[in-house]
């Protein structure tokens, strides 16, 4: 047996340094924390949000001239495509496209739940997220180990009572997942998705409309995901050689089995 090394095999892996990375959601949860890992990690950031304030009090943080902010929605396709389009020359190239931006809205069975519920979490999580990308493809650069990675869930491979709109989303952006996997083979661009369980953020509070009683009881009894775990493992993925497409992670806490199946204690 020949022990030759593949060619593939001294590929280096893509760090950081001289990369651009565009996060969606970046004013809070798992896009801030995957904002900051990656600035850590040395690539230059242009950090999406709807709260300017939350995207300013980012670039503080930053070293000078590594990260630019852009306000917008992505549920506001005219204002998601002008942002990016109007980005500085200095800005006009992405490596890695982290879709970030969503969430869920309500919990609630089909026959009562409420309309604006299911248009917020259509439009941001699958309707957002085609237009970030449609937007931000012109300035992916072919061939050259450039990567898009999706947030979807584990609600995205599994319905749960009263979240079918939410999972009907995800799993769109599991679907999109793939699609975009086929559309971008030609441009030698990758397309990843992490589907995170039981992840403590926001969340559950904006699930709950801010009820934090009913939010902080979903992560009670276990130790739940953090942002930070997300935001490493993401770190990981965007930093492979560039022959790699680590292309669908589950990304559980120890605890949960299945999406509504956690074991907790006390
Ligand atoms: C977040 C995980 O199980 O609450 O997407 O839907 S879950």
Not at 57 to 73: I, K, R
Not at 229 to 249: C, K, M, S
Request: aromatic letters at 4%; proline letters at 4%; glycine letters at 10%.
């Amino acid at each position: 047996m020949s022990m030759e090394a593949s060619p593939a095999a001294g590929a280096r892996l893509l760090r950081g340094t001289g990369r651009t990375v565009l996060v969606t959601g970046a004013s809070a949860g798992i896009g801030q924390a995957t904002a900051r890992e990656l600035a850590r990690q040395g690539f230059r950031l242009i950090v999406c949000g709807r709260r300017t304030e939350r995207l300013t009090a980012l670039l503080t943080e930053l070293p000078a001239g590594t990260a630019h902010a852009l306000t917008f929605d992505v549920r506001d396709r005219a204002a998601t495509e002008a942002a990016i389009a109007g980005l500085p020359e200095a800005w006009r190239r992405v490596d890695v496209l982290i879709n970030s931006a969503g969430g869920a809205h309500g919990l609630a069975p089909i026959q009562t739940g409420d309309v604006a519920d299911w248009d917020a979490m259509i439009d941001s999580n699958v309707k957002g997220l085609l237009y970030v990308t449609r937007a931000v493809l012109p300035l992916m650069p072919d061939d050259a180990g450039a990567q898009i990675v999706n947030i979807s869930s584990i609600a995205g491979r599994q319905t749960y009572p009263n979240g079918a709109v939410y999972c009907a989303s995800k799993a769109a952006v599991d679907r999109l997942t793939e699609g975009l996997r086929f559309d971008l083979q030609e441009r030698g661009i990758r397309v990843a998705q992490i589907s995170p369980g039981a992840v403590e953020t926001e969340f559950s509070q904006v699930r709950f409309k801010g009820d934090e009683a009913r939010a902080a009881a979903v992560y009670k009894g276990y130790a739940p995901l953090t942002a930070v775990d997300i935001a490493e493992t993401i770190g990981f993925l965007v930093t492979r050689a560039p022959h790699i497409n680590l292309a669908d992670v589950l990304m559980l806490p120890a605890a949960q089995a299945a999406a509504t199946t956690i074991r907790r204690q006390g």
